[in-house]
Each structure stands twice: as C-alpha cells, then as structure tokens.
C-alpha cells in the first residue's frame, strides 16, 4: 500500500528520530547533533550521527529516517513500522482505499505543475517583459546568483498568460485552481498573481508547495501567498526552511524573520539559517518545526509597536510548549529598521552587532508582561502578579515552570522597593533601561532593633500558644527565630505537642504544658499576645497567621537563609501545586528575599 506523501511527513514531524534511537542507542550532544556507537556494527568510537530527520553512521554508511530505523532494528515491514510510529504519534494510519489513492495521485500531480510554473516565472524574470522586475531586484540589493539560489521570478501581467504558456503541457486551468495558481472569477477562472515578483515556497524536504508574490509599487496588498490547498498549509510552513537547514547544520544561528526579503537578504550577508513564517503569526507547529532543527532560535521582531505586540503573542505561546530542552532569544531591532533596511545601512557587521543583544526569553519577559500596566495602585500590582503567576503557570514542565515563577516575582517584589527596570519594552531596545536614582528621604532616630527582634520572636511564640493549629504551616520558618532561653524551653515542648497529639488545639496544648511545669509561663506569653493584637479567643486561625507572618516579615534575616528556606518552599510547592498554602508560604518567602535583596544592594558580595 502506497501512503500519502503528507500522511508520512506528519509521521516523522511528530515522532522525533533522537528520541526513537535514543531508547536503544546512548546518544551524546555533538554540536547541533547527537552521535552514539552505531547498532549495525561493533565500535567502540563513536561515529554513528542523528540529525533533525535522518541518521547516518560515517563507519558503515548505514543511512536513514525514523521508519527505515524501526524496520532495520526491530525487524518490522514498513507497514507494521509505520503503525507502531503513528500509534506513538498518536495518528490513525489512511486505510487503502481508491479515494485515498486518487488524492496522492492529485497531490503529485499539483506537485508537477507548481514546478513548471516555476520555470515560467523564472523564464518571464530573465527575459524582456520581466525587466523592470529584475531592475526592482537589483535596486534592492540581490546579487544575480541570489536571485536564481532563490528561484525568484515575475508572475507576468495575468489575463490568462500562465495558463496558455502552460496548456502546451496540457496543464487545465482546474489544475492550475487547485494548485493555488488561478481562482474562480465571475467571467471563469483568473490568475492569482499578476504584475508581482515571485517567490517560490517550499517544504523542509525542498518540494514545491505554493508561491507568494510581491508587487512592485506601493499598491496593496503589498504581499500574497497562494491560498491553503492539499500541499500548502499557511500554519505548517516557513519560507526559506528548505535552506535553512543545511546551514543549520554546519553551525548557522537559526533566525527566525518576519518577510521574505529579511530571509533572502540575510542569506546574502551570511546569516544563512534565516526563516520566516508566511503571512501569520507563528503558531505551534512552527515551534515545533523550529526546535526539531535548534534548541534556542533567535526570534527577530522590528522596533516598531506591531513587533511589539508580535513578540509578546509569540513570547506567551512558546510558553505553553517551552522545556528545559527547548527555548528561545528574542531580538527587538531598533526603531523603523527590519534585518533587509538594516544590512543595507550598516552591511553584514550592523546585523551582527544587533544578533549580539539577542536575550533569552526569561531575561526579558517580565519587562514584557509589565509593559503598558498600572502598577501605582494595589488592584493593579495584583493584576499584575496573576498575569506573572498565569505566565509561569502555562509551561508544562513543573520545574522550569518553578524557575520561571520565581524568576518573574523576584523580578516583581523587587519592582515594590525600587523603581523597575524593564527589558523588551519601548526605550529599552531589549536591553535593561537603567533605574532612575532613589528618592532621598529624610534621616530618622534608629530604633532598637535588638530588643525590636526579640519582642517580635515573643509574640510569634505568643501566637503559637494561642492557636497551637498554625505550628506545622511556620514550624520550619520559626525553626530560624532566635529565642530567649526561657522561650526555647516552650518553643521545643510545642514540638512535642505536634509529634504527640491527635488534635492540635489550645486544651490539648495546655494539658500537654501543664503536665511539663510550663502551663504558666505559657498563659502569660498568651494573653501577652491577645494583648498585642487584640486576639480575641474566637479570632480565626487566619487572622492568626496573618499577624504571626507579619512579624515573620519584619525579622532580620540573613539573604543566605531567606534563599535557602525560599528553595525549600518551592520544592514543596512543585512536589503538589495545588497545595494553596504551599503556594502562599513561598510567596511570603518571595517577598522577604526580595525585600532582604533591596538592603543588601550596595553590598559587592551580593
């Protein structure tokens, strides 16, 4: 049975060839590739290589994809290769049927007539009509081997001309319809593209699959891409990947462009593994395709406020699918400058420079989520702390979403002390604008702080005894309280309380201290903290452990301990995030490390 080229295509998109090999053969990082000892002979030096799509071994030639692995390993036909990769891909294998048959058939042959409108463009450009085309090339800066790399080529000026050039092929103009080259007019069909320059699309493997077209003057639509048909998908290819790749390969950084222009002029300065989607935002299957080729691309936006906007939406959906495998940089250009303007300005050195301020994703994206919110009021900075907390949240992989969580509040309770500084944001170019100075603020008369310290770490102990049910949520935190020796004489008989008893509350407590000859200093450091906080009996645990952690906040603490409690609370937290009082302990702790962090700015060894 003969599968639909498209069906096998998905297949191996879905299903990536290192992790395939990689459950039989032990596979190392080599650059851009991984490489291991090859299964199809004895080595012991390493010689057998895995690329985005194939594999070879440079030992015994053994040669390549993910379905002639199967087969070679396992034993299996291409057929029962096929089903156990698509089982694992989750895709129904296409059943034999003759309508599945026809439709390859159809596929191919769209594939034929893509290719020889191809030749006609091309023909058209280099010949007298295409001139002035040719001309407008020029005068954009391609050298003539650029053009013809590229395949670029003139659409003609329509009436039909595709069609009759190619009716001696005995090409009709329904083929031509469903290639995406013709449309269906009031008067019959008419072409898709007239008075424009050609740009050739292609998938990863080279194949045709539809063409987008540039006219020349300042009319609009500016561009056109061919129209989705059974070989093109708008949200599945990248202009330029075809390319692309092999650069990749030999070490090219992959950057990803928003035109055609910006692809073609890269490559002519060098940057070779240059990309661009075609007329849509990036989607998750261009991610997809992205990481299969680099774990970290560079996505490259213009200055301007719609770069803006783009790099934010790609930002926050490369969350949803970002590991700690799988990243990206974010460049912003400077303002009114695309990568085609800049390299014509300032040649290959001006990009190169800009590629340099290039920034990981999680450098810039609290200036990202921050930009255009009020955060002067208490309603704002709370909005904007569940747009933080929403952003962290979307990463699937719980551990990089803990250090991206982390990384954002630290960034946000720093913001509540000192002015923020902002990355990615208007003025800022991608990089961090610098803070404007504190204010001055007049000199007051230092309080006591030793004995503030110690009348604070009583009332925790006060409140403690009062409501006996809060222990087991602060016993770690108060664990680093310094106590008076008299207190700490109760502080470890609570201890015993909570290893011994069945219901943590104040008449169980009690009995407990009584029976140990400390009932009665106990009462005294209770009504001390009734008195303190106005804690009527009745009062609610809550209320309770909101003023035990307000005098835990105001506690002098080194940085070196608020970190490591910090680190101790979010492993209990990503050990189950649903757990809200995990969640809130470590934002409390969040916020004392940061507040520890503001005092300790001028400190070099910070």
């Not at 007019?185 to 072409?191: F, L, V």
């Not at 961090?432 to 007049?442: D, I, K, S, T």
Request: charged residues 25%; aromatic residues 8%; glycine residues 8%.
């Amino acid at each position: 049975m003969a599968l639909p080229a498209n069906f096998l295509d998905e297949l191996r998109a879905r299903v990536p060839i290192a992790t395939v090999i990689g459950r039989s053969v032990k596979l190392t990082r080599s650059g851009r590739e991984r490489k291991g000892c090859c299964p199809f002979h004895g080595e012991k030096t390493p010689s057998f290589y895995v690329y985005d799509d194939h594999y070879h071994c440079f030992g015994c030639g053994e040669h390549g994809d993910v379905i002639t692995f199967v087969m070679k390993t396992t034993g299996a036909s291409f057929m029962e290769a096929v089903e156990d990769l698509a089982g694992q891909a989750g895709l129904e294998v296409p059943k034999p049927t003759p309508q599945a048959a026809q439709a390859e058939q159809r596929r191919a042959g769209l594939s034929e007539v893509l290719e020889l409108a191809c030749r006609e463009y091309q023909l058209w450009l280099w010949g007298q009509e295409g001139r002035a085309a040719l001309d407008y090339l020029r005068g954009r800066g391609l050298a003539e081997d650029t053009i013809r790399r590229f395949q670029l080529g003139w659409s003609g000026e329509g009436r039909g001309q595709l069609a009759a050039a190619l009716r001696g092929r005995d090409i009709k103009p329904d083929q031509l319809i469903e290639a995406g080259l013709m449309k269906q007019g009031e008067r019959g069909p008419a072409d898709m593209f007239f008075g424009r320059v050609m740009f050739p699309i292609r998938d990863r493997r080279g194949a045709l699959i539809s063409f987008g077209g540039r006219i020349m003057g300042d009319g609009q639509p500016k561009y056109v891409n061919g129209p989705e048909t059974a070989l093109f998908s708008k949200r599945r290819s990248l202009y330029g990947l075809n390319l692309a790749r092999e650069a990749i390969r030999k070490g090219a950084a992959m950057i990803v462009v928003e035109g055609y222009m910006d692809v073609i002029a890269l490559a002519q300065a060098g940057f070779g593994g240059a990309v661009a989607p075609l007329g849509t935002a990036l989607t998750e299957e261009h991610l997809e395709e992205i990481w299969r080729l680099t774990p970290e691309p560079v996505i490259c936006f213009d200055g301007d406020a719609a770069g803006q906007r783009a790099a934010l939406k790609t930002a926050e959906l490369a969350l949803t699918q970002l590991s700690p495998e799988k990243s990206l940089k974010l460049l912003r250009l400077p303002a009114k400058d695309d990568p085609d303007s800049l390299i014509k300005r300032g040649g290959k050195p001006a990009f190169e420079a800009e590629l340099a301020k290039a920034q990981p994703l999680s450098a810039v994206l609290f200036g990202m989520l921050r930009a255009g919110q009020d955060v002067a009021t208490p309603e704002g900075r709370a909005r904007l702390r569940q747009r933080l907390a929403a952003a962290a949240n979307s990463i699937p992989d719980k551990m990089l979403a803990g250090e991206y969580r982390t990384a954002l509040m630290d960034e946000f309770f720093a913001g509540r002390t000192r002015p923020a500084r902002s990355a990615f944001t208007p003025g800022g170019r991608g990089r961090f604008a610098p803070a404007p100075p504190p204010v001055a603020l007049p000199p007051r008369a230092a309080p006591d702080a030793r004995a503030a310290q110690a009348r604070r770490a009583k009332l925790m102990l006060a409140v403690l005894l009062a409501f006996p049910m809060l222990i087991p949520e602060v016993e770690e935190a108060f664990s680093h309280v310094r106590l008076q020796p008299e207190e700490e004489v109760l502080r470890e008989a609570l201890r015993d309380f909570v290893s011994r008893a069945k219901t943590l509350d104040t008449a169980s407590l009690f009995t407990h201290l009584d029976s140990l000859g400390l009932g009665g200093p106990a009462r005294a450091l209770r009504e001390d903290a009734n008195a303190e906080f106005r804690l009527a009996p009745e009062a609610s645990p809550a209320e309770a452990a909101r003023n035990w952690w307000s005098l835990y906040e105001l506690m002098d603490f080194s940085i070196d301990m608020l970190r490591t409690q910090r680190d101790e609370a979010q492993a209990l937290w990503l050990a189950n995030p649903d757990d809200r009082a995990a969640c809130e302990r470590l934002v409390r702790y969040n916020e004392l490390l940061a507040r520890a962090r503001s005092g300790a700015a001028g400190n070099e060894d910070f």
